[in-house]
């Protein structure tokens, strides 16, 4: 392109092949807020007099909420009319979402309960982490139009009987909360702290009804919200009259509506009257729930201008307040890693040091007796150990499960995985693990040709189906358990489908990829000579003592992670967001060092006393760390929810026994390759006779 020309009072001067830029004229400036510059960068390739390659790269201020680069106008296009930029009298479609309750962990439909429907009920996309969560998102009887305030709209009028009552009743009781959507973010009511001035902490969903009494009498009654006085904050655009949605919060009320003559369509109510202006209070006689009860259904909507703007709404619902905690977690980790640290490097000194000078003179008897202890086993360090093949397949499954924590992790740190996406962590998890096959047969395959092995389609299947298997059993009868209370949270028979999909069809075929790979790779060669003979571990003292040392060496990793282990459990039982994934990250890392060394350590003790069964017992030194964290959440049910049904008692524990045992291949599978590289260096730095 040569020369210049004018368009839209610009001068567009000529660039040059693979030139980029940033702002006026080729990129938006102030777009979506002030401040908001975007970049612009195009190819070598030529067509005509315009590049075949044009890029447009939006300000890192939207972070995830926008694409990395856009390559043509109609994905800038679309981009825009997905933010969501509404103008005066544009509608909103409000979604309801499932009814939540922390007393019983059994989400429902919306639709479950009489609530006011629309003419047609329409079910929203969802994926898959969305259905396993129990997320049932349908569209609502509920109209807005964009900063046009309403008051007193009359959803529906209804009658109780008793079959309606008593539904309305038992999630009243089970102090159910119902959540709604609005461009995306969730329906919050905002409280107030007491403890602390001028902070508002935000509940999601507001609850279906409350418990109480009349003045004067003792008997309880249930009490439904039937009115909801809606806000929707918008941050407005200083370039154009149009605004987008940066907050959906309520305030519920029960109130008992009244009005003048027999009921019809254009009945206005005297309770809630827009042309005298009378609004809900607090004050107002409530609306009870029982058989016959006529229930009218109303809500009111004012728009509220904000200053927060759009790509920066999420931080509202996401306020930390308690983030000195989370410090002092990672401090308390790194305590134990620096004394782990210290002892590791003890040993490796003492050892190594002591083993390239020869014993020189300045040892002692003592200490040359006590390094004898573990070179004395070196004939027998490397014998197989018992059940080789189910270590194998344990050790193929943990590389697994860490390979997609590693990489969920990652893609969390870069923003992928916000709450904002909803469901996109749990189905990010399912893809790695199935993706992540291809680790778990080639680890398996590798340490099971070491093992002398030759039957390496046996060793795959064992590693594709011994651990998916028991936890899609367990998943199985608690779906069904969940299936029998009628629940939202039921696993439908095609997202069932579609597990077993990525069990058989996608996982499977990558294990036994692994495994060929793996299986054709040269055999591990021990550093040093196996003994035809296995020479006999002698008597042990108590502290080594296989069953005690495993016990004591799960402590220290479950000692660093039990803090943020809190907040994940919280997040997860209680319905709130999890969204520090830094913080996690880090207690990540510091678990993986922890794990590692605590293994190190008991393994240098277990071959001093010249036991040189070290297979098994390093990964589950390590491993052992499961259990606490078991009995950790058995601790937290009984003293954080108020769980009280037999069947949510049975998810809650059927549900962390899975965790659990996940933790326990993931921790344990560290310690072992922690110890096998251990024994192997310290093993190849000395000569052996």
């Not at 009072?9 to 030139?19: C, I, S, T, Y």
């Not at 999601?204 to 009115?227: M, P, S, W």
């Not at 047969?441 to 298997?469: N, V």
């Amino acid at each position: 392109m040569e020369g210049a020309i004018i368009e839209y009072g610009h001068n567009l001067q000529a660039v040059k092949p693979k030139e980029c830029g940033e702002g006026l004229p080729y990129a938006p400036i102030n777009f979506p807020d002030v401040g908001d510059n975007w970049s612009w960068k195009v190819g070598s390739r030529v067509q005509g007099d315009n590049f075949k390659d044009r890029y447009l790269y939006p300000p890192s201020s939207l972070g995830s909420l926008a694409p990395s680069s856009f390559k043509s106008k109609s994905a800038v296009e679309r981009f825009i009319k997905d933010k969501q930029k509404k103008n005066i009298g544009d509608l909103l479609n409000v979604k309801v979402n499932k009814l939540t309750s922390t007393k019983t962990q059994l989400p429902y439909s919306y639709y479950s309960l009489p609530y006011c429907h629309p003419d047609q009920i329409v079910d929203s996309t969802e994926n898959l982490g969305e259905v396993l969560r129990g997320d049932r998102i349908e569209n609502s009887p509920f109209v807005f139009k964009m900063r046009e305030p309403q008051m007193c709209n009359v959803v529906c009028r209804l009658t109780l009987d008793k079959k309606t009552a008593k539904a309305f009743k038992a999630k009243i009781d089970d102090e159910y909360r119902v959540n709604m959507i609005l461009d995306n973010l969730p329906l919050v009511v905002p409280i107030r702290r007491s403890d602390q001035e001028n902070t508002v902490v935000y509940q999601q969903g507001f609850h279906v009804g409350l418990r109480g009494q009349y003045a004067g009498t003792k008997d309880e009654k249930h009490f439904i919200h039937n009115h909801l006085a809606f806000t929707v904050k918008y941050h407005k655009d200083e370039q154009f009259d149009a605004a987008r949605i940066v907050g959906f919060e309520v305030k519920p009320f029960s109130v008992k509506h009244e009005y003048e003559g027999q009921w019809n369509e254009k009945t206005r109510l005297t309770s809630c009257d827009p042309h005298a202006k009378r609004t809900v209070t607090s004050n107002e006689n409530p609306q009870e729930v029982d058989d016959n009860k006529e229930i009218i259904f109303t809500y009111d909507v004012e728009f509220q201008e904000s200053d927060i703007k759009w790509a920066s709404r999420w931080d509202t619902y996401l306020l930390m307040a308690d983030d000195q905690i989370h410090w002092f977690s990672i401090v308390n980790s790194l305590m134990i890693v620096l004394f782990l640290s210290g002892m590791v490097a003890m040993i490796m000194l003492r050892t190594l040091y002591r083993d390239i000078s020869k014993y020189n003179q300045l040892e002692t008897q003592e200490e040359a007796q006590e390094e004898t202890g573990w070179k004395l086993v070196h004939g027998d360090v490397f014998r197989p150990p018992t059940n080789s093949d189910l270590l194998c397949v344990y050790v193929g499954t943990g590389v697994q499960f860490f390979g997609m924590t590693l990489v969920t992790m990652i893609f969390a740190l870069l923003g992928f995985l916000s709450p904002s996406n909803r469901g996109g962590l749990m189905t990010v998890m399912l893809l790695l693990w199935a993706f992540m096959g291809i680790f778990a047969g080639y680890s398996s395959a590798r340490l099971y040709k070491m093992f002398k092995g030759t039957e390496w389609k046996t060793i795959t299947l064992k590693t594709a189906f011994i651990f998916p298997a028991g936890i899609f059993s367990l998943f199985f009868v608690l779906n069904a358990l969940i299936w029998g209370e009628k629940s939202s949270g039921a696993v439908p028979f095609g997202t069932m489908f579609a597990l077993v999909f990525l069990w058989f069809g996608i996982s499977v075929p990558l294990v036994f990829l692994g495994s060929y790979i793996g299986f054709k790779k040269p055999t591990i060669e021990d550093p040093v000579k196996t003994n035809k003979i296995p020479r006999q571990v002698p008597e042990q003292a108590w502290y080594m003592n296989p069953a005690f040392s495993i016990l004591i060496g799960g402590i220290l990793p479950f000692g660093a992670v039990f803090i943020e282990l809190f907040f994940i459990l919280t997040s997860i039982w209680l319905q709130q967001f999890y969204y520090i994934f830094g913080f996690l990250f880090i207690v990540f890392v510091i678990l993986i060092i922890t794990c590692a060394e605590i293994t190190i350590v008991l393994c240098y003790f277990q071959l001093c006393s010249e036991d040189y069964l070290w297979w098994w017992r390093s990964y589950l030194t390590s491993g052992s760390s499961a259990l606490y964290l078991f009995l950790y959440a058995a601790f937290y049910f009984y003293t954080k929810l108020e769980i009280t049904k037999p069947v949510s008692g049975m998810l809650y524990f059927g549900y962390m026994l899975i965790a659990s045992y996940a933790f326990f291949v993931l921790t344990g599978t560290i310690g072992f390759y922690a110890c096998f590289l251990f024994t192997r260096l310290i093993y190849s730095s000395v000569k052996i006779d």
